[in-house]
């Protein structure tokens, strides 16, 4: 089955700095690939998201690329600010059951002003 | 509109005993989702349904856990003769569409704690 590796698992920057995340997927097939925010004691919130057919993706000041070829995606947030951190896990959608998120295991973001 | 909602917040149960969780999903949303997230991990899928059908239950631990949606609704998940072992964050999701990819959006979650 699908499996998604995350890295790094705890990130330190500077207020202003960007910050980077990456994730690594096995299953080819799969199509749909979310980031989510999760806050201390919060719900995960949906960031961004991207499917198989684009390469690249931006909101304002994140953006996530994808490499099909490689299997891998990564969250890039830029002009980092205190209230950015926070868990974030990448996801892919099962292929084959066409529904449910494999999730990686996070990565604790820490912006320091 | 109103997210999703999930009760009861917190559960407290002694071992053995059998517990219900609640999930309503945002109106009109197709699919339900429940994942179990551990602290400091990420959300672990257990079960989902497209309007009242579980597609895919894979996710089960075992068959103590069992999850139904008989209205295509709210979702009830049920753990039989509950161990410690099933301590953990229990977290309902919904989209909109059953295409699988649809965002997904969670619920609160359920505090479970077996005593």
């Known amino acids: 089955g699908e499996n998604v590796e995350q890295h790094p698992s705890t990130l330190s920057v500077q207020e202003g700095d960007s910050a980077v995340i990456k994730c690594t997927y096995s299953d080819s097939a799969s199509n749909y690939f979310p980031w989510y925010k999760q806050e201390l004691g919060k719900r995960p919130q949906l960031i961004i998201d991207i499917r198989s057919n684009v390469g690249e993706k931006k909101d304002q000041r994140i953006a996530v690329t994808l490499n099909k070829t490689a299997k891998h995606f990564s969250l890039h947030i830029t002009e980092t600010q205190p209230e950015d951190s926070a868990v974030y896990f990448c996801?892919?959608?099962?292929?084959?059951?066409?529904?449910?998120?494999?999730f990686g295991k996070g990565t604790k973001l820490s912006v320091k002003p | 509109g109103a997210g999703v909602s999930q009760s009861p917040r917190y559960k407290v149960t002694k071992r053995g005993q059998d517990v219900a969780l609640r999930c309503d999903p945002i109106s009109g949303h197709v699919s339900l989702y429940w994942y179990r997230q551990a602290l400091g991990q990420g959300p672990e899928f257990l079960t989902y349904?497209?309007?009242?059908?579980?597609?895919?239950k894979s996710g089960l631990p075992n068959d103590r856990f069992s999850a139904e949606r008989p209205e295509g609704s709210i979702s009830t998940l049920t753990i039989q003769r509950t161990e410690q072992r099933d301590s953990a964050m229990y977290r309902c999701a919904s989209s909109l569409n059953q295409q699988g990819t649809g965002e997904q959006y969670f619920g609160p979650g359920t505090r479970l704690t077996v005593t």
């Open positions: 996801a892919a959608m099962n292929a084959r059951s066409q529904g449910n998120l494999i």
């Open positions: 349904f497209n309007y009242e059908a579980q597609q895919d």
